[in-house]
RNA sequence: CGGGGCGUGGCGCAGUUGGUAGCGCACCUGGUUUGGGACCAGGGGGCCACUGGUUCAAGUCCAGUCGCCCCGACCA
């Protein structure tokens, strides 16, 4: 991409009222824009790594027999009564509104009765089970009060998948196959290692849940962590009881702040059962379905991890979710420099780099800089009249360490590598 | 939903005892610059959140409404 021809740009001032460092840094690089509390957009470097994390998560999905559907945010409320949540009282996040012929709407904070009630038509057999569908989709909950910039907001887009099983057993095994990909999606995000599976209360159908927490000063909940044993309790269950469970003291536990990137829970036959959806065995009995619930929400993730990737200069991406890997900046506007800015911009496109290039014209080095340590690509390359001379290419990492000047023909092994 | 703060060009802000709105950034034109957010000259852009009141006169005073942010409560 020509950063020249991007139609977003960097700010140097922000709106006032902005006070979490995600939505700064966010709004200040033009990877999103806010269209009201609580609810933003996502402009084409933040939709780019919305979609890297999106990538990520559905391909972990996949490999764990997930099976991608999209369904519709507007629900009629005669999916929602069998189990009551219809209620504003028993579901206090609903948006509600009507068809022109006066009947009433909702648009979904989540999904287990929509999609329950489909499977209904598809589940009949033991045959027919597991089941195991999943979507990227967009939830809106009336928040009282949204917050932490893209943290918290009102409406979002979150990945829920939900198991159909024959009994406890398969669901278990399923849960924790689950939780693995939840251990490999956040690996791979760049926040493996600051983030824990946390159990937490698992209602009526299982003893715990997990939460995958995050940790983060900025973050709403305290969880307990023991690092040797790289677990976590949540402050509700952090109690004598469940801690002696584990063999473990309260001594062996230290306070953190942390944010909740996923979670994954056990739902029984909550759904199953108010929703009446059944399968008939091999002997020819009537049985429940068994569920499972389990969430990611890839924007409070692209969040958390601005909140725990950055510096005083701007965001520093990490490499999977980067909006591209590389960032080409073109010192000067002489010919030779953008010739060969280009000459370099087509030979990492060709091998498979992603590249931004900053080709802006009549812009100070220091402007340039520092747009591009905002925006926080992994690699900067910086090609000048003296690199040019010198045969050489300038590369300096986003994380840090000290400038690396690379023979012209060795730059694609050194990036590979 | 409780407490607190705040609404003035796109953004950040100033605006005195009420007298008809200004600065910086950004934007447009021309020129000079180019290794860590350059400079000069010229230019465009504002129902001062909204509604109603007081007044000869309201950004400024009064009342109400709406919105935003922070703290708390709430949060599959």
Sequence with gaps: MRQSRLFTKTSKTLPKDEVSINSQLLLKSGFIDKEFAGVYSFLPLGHRVLNKIINVIRQEMNAIDGQEILMTALQSPQTWEPTDRWDDAKMDVWFKTELKNGSQLGLA??????????MKKFINSYKDLPAYAYQFQTKF????????????TREFIMK???????????LDEYYERAKNAYIKIFNRLGIGEITYVTYASGGTFSKFSHEFQTLCEYGEDLIYINEEKKIAINREIFVDEVIAEFGLSRNDFVEKKAIEVGNIFK?????????????????????????????????????????????????????????YQVHIVSLGKEESI????EKLYRMLNENGFETLWDDRVNLNP??????????????????SGK???????????????????????????????
């Design 338 to 341: 953008m010739a060969e800015s």
């Design 387 to 417: 690199n040019i001379e010198n045969r050489q290419y300038e590369v300096k990492r986003r994380s840090g360490g000290e400038v690396e000047f690379i023979p012209q023909d060795n730059i694609i092994d050194y990036l590979n590598k």
């Design 109 to 118: 904070p989540t999904h287990e009765e929509p999609l329950t009630k489909m």
């Design 366 to 383: 220091g402007a340039k800089f520092a747009d591009s340590d905002l925006i926080g690509c992994p690699v900067r390359v910086t090609v």
């Design 141 to 152: 909950r009336n928040e009282t009060r949204a917050k932490s910039g893209i943290l918290r």
């Design 267 to 323: 739902l029984g036959t909550k759904f199953s059962d108010g929703l009446s959806l059944q399968y008939v065995d091999e002997k020819g009995e009537r049985k429940p379905v068994i569920m499972g619930s389990y969430g990611i929400g890839p924007g409070r993730v692209m969040g958390t991890i601005v909140e725990t990737h950055n510096d005083e200069k701007g965001i520093i991406w990490p490499k999977e979710v980067a909006p």
């Design 160 to 170: 829920d998948l939900y198991s159909f099983c024959r009994d406890q057993a398969e």
